[in-house]
């Protein structure tokens, strides 16, 4: 299986359990991996046989911008399965970090994968 790697996506939402985290946008930094089968877009250089990360990409913005999630976790399994149901991704993998969750830390992350069930 091939990658296709989004890394260091930076987004703002509403996310953890504190009356300041409800009330104001917090930081996000989400990576994310997509398994796909390159080799067809790449023996014939034709776009239409690659899997489209810009509108998935696109999608996970939109997501996250949106959504008021209380867990990290939370966010990166609606990410994952975002992309898995309605990007058709065979497999995703997705890490959602929060910059200074944490005293002393830089960030707090979580790494899930998805797949085609």
């Keep these: 299986m091939d990658l296709i790697e989004v890394t260091a996506l930076r987004l703002r939402c509403i996310i953890g359990v504190r009356a300041e985290e409800r009330r ?3 930081d996000v930094v ?5 398994g796909t089968e390159a080799r ?4 014939v250089d034709d776009v239409t046989e690659v ?3 810009r509108t998935a990409t696109k999608g996970v913005i939109a997501l996250v911008q949106q959504s008021e999630y209380h867990t ?4 990166a399994e609606a990410i994952a399965t975002h992309l898995v ?28 994968e998805r797949g085609h069930r």
Excluded: Q, T
């Design 24 to 26: 104001d946008l917090s």
């Design 30 to 34: 989400i990576d994310l991996a997509i």
């Design 40 to 43: 067809p877009a790449a023996l």
């Design 51 to 53: 899997w489209n990360y």
């Design 72 to 75: 990290i976790e939370a966010l």
């Design 85 to 112: 149901d309605d990007h058709h991704a065979p497999y995703a993998k997705v890490r959602v970090s929060k910059p200074g969750a944490l005293r002393f830390a830089d960030d707090v992350a979580v790494v899930i």
